[in-house]
């Protein structure tokens, strides 16, 4: 991204409060995105969200829904977000110097927590797909390499022996949609299909350094082909098996031994066992089932907080947006 292009888009976070964090997300990343009427999406870091909220409030009262801003203010703000939604309030339909923003605040701490430990799997999948870091005052870039281990290693233990570069970022972008409830009929459904082909190139810069990691473990090996379809090999056995759930989230793993029944208590933990992994197809239906759960629970979470927070006609107006978009893809 130019620095040009990088100014125009952090324009404004001059007129927020200051964040630990910030990156922008979705279709603003699209290197064939010229609508400047699209919302652009910014999810925002903060150390302590009440605080936040109150200076904001101060500085950008209008861009809160009014009955939350003179209810409660920023602890009902923050309360919505912690107890009801996945722990981050969104602001959408912002509009500032022609253009049109939509930004998410969460704490810093539960954000990292959802990178490292698919908590929710909320902020861990967004952070799998491209985005563009505008601050990182805490170094989420480099942590967030865990997450897209973790993403890789899921997506290999869903897809089979044989598949293209494109297939692997597909599955690895489908993740956080699979159980979506949005995806039943407020999203488009050839989504996942439009976000890689029109973000190939930055999907292969985030995970060319994983793949090639991997492949130097024996786990994958690639075969020279077309631009998107570089094919993949990767090893089946229940040794490359166990590999990979070894990379996944310690919590995902825990799940999955509980889940599969037979597990080991591993040497160096009190509280961690390992599940014991008798066949593939086992452990990665196991997986996909946690993972669409976790995505599901979050959606639905999500939904009503947003619709709490920001206002029956706002949420009126995005929800109809989202749905029109939806409709055309199945025209």
């Not at 630990?20 to 999406?41: A, K, W």
């Not at 950008?60 to 722990?87: C, E, F, P, Q």
């Not at 690639?222 to 996944?248: E, K, M, W, Y």
């Not at 933990?269 to 990665?284: F, H, L, N, P, T």
Request: with cysteine.
């Amino acid at each position: 991204m130019d620095e040009k292009k990088r100014e125009e888009l952090s324009g404004l976070l001059t007129i927020l409060p200051p964040v630990e964090f910030c990156c922008v997300y979705g279709s603003t990343l699209h290197p064939n995105n010229h609508d400047q009427s699209r919302m652009i999406d910014y999810i925002l870091g903060v150390r302590d969200p009440v605080e936040w909220h109150l200076q904001n409030l101060k500085m950008n009262r209008n861009h809160y829904a009014s009955w939350m801003a003179d209810l409660g203010g920023a602890k009902l703000i923050t309360g919505v977000a912690d107890k009801i939604g996945v722990g981050v309030h969104f602001n959408p339909f912002v509009s500032w110097n022609n253009k049109t923003f939509k930004y998410g605040v969460v704490r810093m701490h539960d954000l990292v927590e959802d990178i490292l430990n698919w908590e929710t799997f909320y902020f861990s999948g967004r952070l799998q797909k491209p985005v563009h870091i505008l601050v990182d005052s805490l170094d989420v870039e480099n942590l967030n390499s865990f997450n897209l281990r973790a993403a890789t290693s899921a997506a290999l233990l869903l897809l089979p022996s044989n598949f293209t570069q494109e297939d692997l970022y597909a599955k690895i972008c489908s993740l956080s949609y699979n159980g979506d409830l949005r995806m039943l009929f407020a999203e488009d459904r050839h989504k996942v299909r439009k976000i890689v082909q029109g973000q190939f190139d930055l999907f292969r810069g985030i995970y060319t350094p994983v793949l090639e990691e991997f492949a130097t473990k024996d786990l994958l090996k690639f075969s020279s082909s077309d631009a998107h379809q570089n094919n993949i090999t990767q090893d089946c056995g229940l040794p490359a098996v166990q590999s990979l759930v070894s990379r996944l989230p310690k919590a995902v793993r825990n799940h999955m031994s509980m889940n599969l029944g037979d597990q080991q208590k591993l040497k160096s933990g009190q509280d961690a066992y390992e599940a014991v992994i008798k066949s593939r197809a086992e452990a990665a239906n196991c997986l996909e089932k946690i993972i669409r759960r976790k995505v599901m629970i979050s959606s639905v979470r999500q939904a009503v907080a947003g619709v709490l927070t920001v206002g029956a006609v706002r949420a009126t107006r995005y929800l109809s947006s989202k749905m029109k978009k939806a409709w055309k893809s199945w025209l």
